[in-house]
């Protein structure tokens, strides 16, 4: 059990049989009544952000949770295993706790957020940025430069993106795995 005030970004509670995580915490003293904390929290399981206060004093359960880096190795069936780098034990993990799936490639490494105490995986997380090979893209018209006019490309997981016009084919871009968005080119 923690107290409200000792709340921080990353804090993990359990509230009404769900797991949240804190991202985004106040500190509040009004001019007249009781200090409180008003808190962001994001649930685990569904991804819905809710705003909460609570005041000052009160009790939270709080969740002891683990990152550790664990390697993508293949998919099986609906589950992507998943290697612990460190005891390299082999996991599943279905699609829809793992954030940025679709920006995944074999050998990526992704930090997985489990529960400590019962050992369940709570979710996986995508670096925030990846590099990735562009497998289809249409030619640009030399000269259409001037403008910052994006097209369409397919990397080679398979999503689709918007690039610069000067982007070719076999070329590798940096995409932001959050939003889709390019980045930047990475030169070999």
Known sequence: MIKS??????TCIRMDGKLYFCIDFLHVKPGKGNTI???????VVSGRVLEKRFNIGEALEDV?????????????????????QETYDQIPIARDLITGVEYMKEGDVLDVVSDAD?????YAE???KTILRVTHSEPGIKGDTAT???KPATLETGVEIRVPLFIDEGELVQVDTRDGSYLARVKE
Not at 37 to 43: A, F, I
Not at 64 to 72: D, F, I, L, S
């Open 5 to 10: 005030q000792d709340i921080k970004k990353g």
């Open 148 to 150: 910052n006019t994006l």
């Open 37 to 43: 904390m008003r808190t962001t929290l994001k649930d």
């Open 118 to 122: 019962t050992n369940t995986i709570l």
């Open 64 to 84: 002891r949770v683990e990152r550790r880096p664990y390697q993508y190795l293949y998919m099986e069936g609906e589950d992507y295993i998943f290697m612990n």
């Open 126 to 128: 995508m670096p925030v």
